[in-house]
C-alpha cells in the first residue's frame, strides 16, 4: 500500500505562486511513477505533470512554462511549483503514484485562484 497526503493549497490572486507538496509513505520507491492531476467543478479529472522513475518529466501544455514538478526522493516527497497562476487553474489538486500495481490517489488539496 502507499499513502499520498497533499498540502499547500490555499487561496491566491491571478500572478500568484502556491507550492503543493505530497508526502508518499508505505511501499514507494524511487521507482514509482509519481504525478499531478486536477479535477476543476463539474469537469473531469485532468493530467497536469508527471515525473517518471528516470527523472522524465511531461506536462500538458497548458501549464508548461509556469509549473515545475520536482521530488525529493530521500524525503518520498513530490512537489509542484505553480507559477503565473491563473483563473483557470482553480481547482482541486491530486497527487498519484504508480508503482507498478495500480494507481495510488491522496485526499487531494484545493487551489482558489481569483482575479
Known amino acids: 500500500q502507499v499513502q499520498l497526503v497533499e498540502s499547500g493549497g490555499g487561496s491566491v490572486q491571478a500572478g500568484g505562486s502556491l507550492k503543493l507538496s505530497c508526502v508518499a509513505s508505505?511501499?514507494?520507491?524511487?521507482?514509482?511513477?509519481m504525478g499531478w492531476y486536477r479535477q476543476a467543478p463539474g469537469k473531469e479529472r485532468e493530467f497536469v505533470s508527471a515525473?517518471?522513475?528516470?527523472?522524465?518529466?511531461t506536462s500538458t501544455d497548458s501549464v508548461k512554462g509556469r509549473f515545475t514538478i520536482s521530488r525529493e526522493n530521500a524525503l518520498n516527497t513530490l512537489y509542484l511549483q505553480m507559477n503565473s497562476l491563473k483563473t483557470e487553474d482553480t481547482a482541486v489538486y491530486y497527487c498519484?503514484?504508480?508503482?507498478?500495481?495500480?494507481?495510488?490517489w491522496g485526499q487531494g488539496t484545493q487551489v482558489t485562484v481569483s482575479s
Open positions: 498519484a503514484a504508480d508503482c507498478g500495481r495500480g494507481v495510488h
Open positions: 508505505g511501499y514507494i520507491s524511487s521507482s514509482c511513477g
Open positions: 515525473i517518471v522513475n528516470d527523472g522524465t518529466k
